[in-house]
């Protein structure tokens, strides 16, 4: 599937409290259309923690079709659920995956066909025996 097509059917659901699990995403938005995939991103623990992983209040409900994911929208978006109102859009792709991450620009093939010269042409270190 397409990433463009995939995010069109996928939406993002905020404001989530922490009582509401998959089972409650899928039994309340089923009735917009087919679920595919429900994600709800765990919230970073550590050590100290005694208590189970939790989700950071958001997640993403993937539907079979994009008009599902519209219908979900349109009738969710600042709706109430457990008491908390949503927040409910398209999903987007994350900024970070589209971009190499670290990466110096003239590590980049392009960039080194584009700019760099070979090292005689350069003015760079030349074999001479004037010493």
């Known amino acids: 599937m397409e990433e463009g097509t995939r995010t069109k059917k996928t939406i993002f659901v905020g404001g989530l409290g922490d009582d509401v699990d998959e089972a409650v995403l899928v039994e309340t938005f089923a009735t917009f259309g087919d679920v595919i995939e429900v994600q709800l991103p765990q919230a970073a623990t550590n050590q100290y923690q005694q208590a189970e992983a939790k989700h950071r209040g958001f997640g993403f409900i993937t539907y079979s079709s994009a008009e599902d994911a519209q219908d979900a929208i349109d009738n969710m978006d600042m ?27 003239w590590e980049s093939e392009e960039w080194l066909k584009h700019y760099a010269k070979p090292l005689a042409e350069s003015g760079g270190t030349t074999q001479s025996s004037d010493f």
Do not use: D, F, W, Y
């Open 79 to 105: 709706n109430e659920l457990r008491g908390r109102v949503l927040k409910v859009n398209l999903a987007r792709p994350m900024k970070g995956l589209q971009q190499p991450q670290n990466r110096a620009i």
